[in-house]
């Protein structure tokens, strides 16, 4: 069973520039996570989908963070502008539901983001 | 809020010295506490799910346990290649999302 892909794998842009991250789920996952892991600290969910409606956005800064999840499957995270604080490594998720509980959640490989 | 604290944050080990990891958690309504592990540049790797105090799941060299109040995760006997960081989490009834704590970083030396 192939794992969550997510490209690029690295990305470094300046301060008030744009980036885009892409993420492919584990086949028949229907639910999908982006989460924010700033160095030396545990993951940080920004988004959750449930097919291609959010879930779950209430960590989200919206004011330059963005996702979509259209057709419900793949799933682009964006950030516009971006700041020197959003330097972190950016994780893909993805979880099965069963009779409405949510299974454990697989990650991808991350996006590192290095903002200069 | 929910909240993870784990310690120690990073732990030297000599190989086959066993030690145990610790997560100490408050949460509304545990529905369930993860152990993912994380190497260098990679995403978390799931290991365990617990769910009720007084459960728990082994794997290899690794044991995890749970109480009311905190996880610990065994290592029994370790190996280098059982080097990296553990991640523990904790789920919220109603509350899909995973709070994590910093994790905490082992190293076994050969």
Do not use: M
């Not at chain 1, 999840?69 to 950030?79: A, P, Y």
């Not at chain 2, 290592?75 to 789920?91: F, H, N, R």
Request: charged share 20%; net charge neutral; glycine share 8%.
């Amino acid at each position: 069973e192939a794992g969550v892909a997510q490209s690029p794998r690295y990305k470094i842009i300046e301060k008030r520039q744009s980036v885009a991250f892409w993420c492919n789920p584990i086949s028949g996952h229907a639910t999908l996570y982006w989460y924010q892991q700033i160095l030396g600290q545990g993951p940080k969910l920004l988004i959750q989908f449930q097919n291609n409606g959010v879930v779950d956005d209430s960590q989200l800064p919206k004011d330059r963070f963005s996702a979509e999840r259209l057709k419900g499957v793949d799933s682009t995270l964006k950030i516009q502008p971006a700041k020197l604080e959003d330097s972190a490594v950016y994780l893909c998720a993805s979880s099965s539901v069963l009779a409405g509980v949510y299974n454990e959640q697989f990650f991808g490989p991350g996006t590192r983001l290095t903002v200069l | 809020e929910d909240q993870v604290t784990q310690s120690p944050e990073a732990l030297r080990l000599q190989e086959g010295e066993s030690s145990s990891l610790n997560c100490s958690y408050t949460v509304s309504g545990l529905r369930g506490l993860f152990w993912y592990r994380q190497d260098p540049g990679k995403g978390p790797e799931f290991l365990f799910t617990l769910y009720s105090a007084g459960e728990e799941k082994e794997k290899e060299r690794l044991k995890a346990t749970l109480t009311k109040k905190e996880s610990f995760l065994h290592i029994t006997a370790p190996k280098p290649e059982d080097s990296a960081t553990y991640l523990c989490a904790v789920q919220a009834w109603g509350n899909n999302r995973l709070a994590f704590g910093k994790g905490n970083q082992v190293v076994v030396i050969p």
